[in-house]
């Protein structure tokens, strides 16, 4: 059986968790732990629904738990053999991330990047600890079954991509060649810089 | 002192505030100097005609490279085309040693950025800390992020780029995955190689970079994502 471990961060103030995904839930969890699972998760996801205006849970594309032609429960009942989620692969989109009062709702993280695809997680806090955490998106061959576990070190988060001029000193870029250089931001600063 | 240079086939950008023209003259032998002896261009430099007997400063870069390839699990390759190449790392690192020199001769302000890899320490003639924009990896006159410091390593790869073509040493083809991967750290020379290799390991690179202790990073996907280390001092946050 294959675990995959994740991190998330920036959750909490400060707060790194480590979740482990296990890929065949089924193998070593009895069916009464399933269920369990699954009762878990449904009742997360509701009380996501039921609190996503008030709490900052963003309405992008690629944080809809559950994307335009899902069955609303089948994916994630995490029963052995039950269809898994397709991982959403959605337009770069933003995250809001505001301190976390007490006993609030769930909170959409960041998505992330790991070596078996994107994933991103919604938290559950409760006075100032976390609680629980919904699976939004997951590769496509990783399962629901989510379990919190130690803390890890940090990983990266996505933020929109966008071009934007800004005044600055001086420009990082794959930029080997003298040619490349001619037509680049970085001589166009040079020459203001020497003229 | 504000001088241009093209040198080790690409061009190098002096910023040093308040200091005299001819500190420029000594940063320029420097650089010549790594031409001549790491050129893969070159037929007569160290590196074209290296037959197990290095030099010290190519004995310094090849320990160097040698535990670059290790850190990264074989990704930084300096013999992934066949050829010694260490020009993944050459670079980066003459701009280190660039930079280190400036700061014991009392030049504790500089910018020192050759062909996109910059190191950066005090401040700019402006009196505030530098700010690095890194290149949109499809827009070549924009910037996707904006990082600022007063002591800085900035090393970007991309695929964009020309001249400089970056393979996968397990699959000697070009990486996919990842359009650019710029990181941020405290040695240019480290921070080079570590983005190259990142770029080498494709999405996985992603989480790899994640791993980095005292390296920030950036990176944007090919499918247009941007995703950047906690840690990363961004001017905008």
């Known amino acids: ?195 | 002192m504000k001088r241009v240079e093209h040198l080790m086939g690409t061009t190098i950008s002096l910023d040093v505030p308040g200091a005299p023209d001819a500190l420029g003259d000594d940063l320029v032998a420097w650089f010549r100097e790594v031409d001549d002896r790491f050129s893969t261009y070159k037929s007569d430099s160290e590196v074209s005609t290296y037959a197990g007997a290095p030099s010290p400063l190519m004995k310094e870069v090849l320990d160097r490279c040698a535990t670059l390839w290790t850190q990264t699990s074989g990704y930084f390759d300096i013999h992934a085309t066949g050829a010694l190449d260490p020009s993944g790392f050459v670079k980066g690192w003459s701009v280190q040693v660039a930079s280190d020199r400036l700061l014991a001769a009392g030049y504790g302000d500089h910018c020192v950025n050759a062909g996109g890899d910059i190191c950066v320490r005090g401040r700019s003639a402006s009196g505030a800390p530098w700010r690095i924009g890194v290149r949109h990896p499809w827009i070549e006159d924009q910037l996707c992020c904006v990082i600022t410091g007063t002591d800085l390593a900035v090393a970007t790869s991309g695929v964009y780029e020309r001249g400089h073509h970056v393979v996968d040493p397990f699959t000697a083809k070009p990486p996919s995955g990842l359009r650019s991967v710029t990181v941020v750290g405290p040695d240019l020379g480290d921070a080079d190689a570590y983005a190259t290799a990142a770029l080498a390991m494709g999405t996985a690179g992603l989480a790899w970079l994640g791993t980095l202790s005292g390296y920030e990073s950036a990176v944007v996907t090919d499918d247009r994502r941007l995703f950047h280390s906690p840690g990363l001092p961004l001017a905008d946050g």
């Open chain 1, 1 to 195: 059986m294959r675990r995959v471990i994740l991190s998330v961060t920036g959750l909490v103030a400060g707060t790194t968790l480590l979740i482990s995904l296990k890929s065949a839930p089924g193998a070593n969890r009895t069916p009464q732990q399933i269920e369990e699972d699954a009762a878990r998760v449904a009742a997360l996801e509701a009380a996501a629904a039921a609190s996503a205006s008030p709490t900052p849970v963003p309405s992008g594309p690629g944080q809809t738990p559950k994307p335009p032609g899902q069955t609303p429960t089948p994916g994630r009942t995490a029963g052995p053999g039950s269809p898994t989620k397709p991982p959403t692969n959605p337009a770069p989109t933003t995250t809001t991330k505001k301190p976390t009062p007490p006993g609030t709702g769930p909170i959409m993280g960041d998505s992330v990047f790991t070596e078996f695809g994107y994933v991103q997680v919604a938290i559950k806090v409760s006075k100032g600890k976390i609680t629980d955490v919904i699976a939004i998106e997951l590769p496509a061959d990783e399962p629901r079954s989510i379990t919190l576990s130690e803390r890890a070190g940090p990983i990266l988060r996505e933020r929109a991509l966008a071009a934007q001029s800004a005044d600055i000193d001086s420009v990082s870029g794959a930029t080997w060649t003298s040619e490349a250089y001619r037509t680049s931001l970085q001589s166009a600063l040079d020459k203001a810089g020497l003229g």
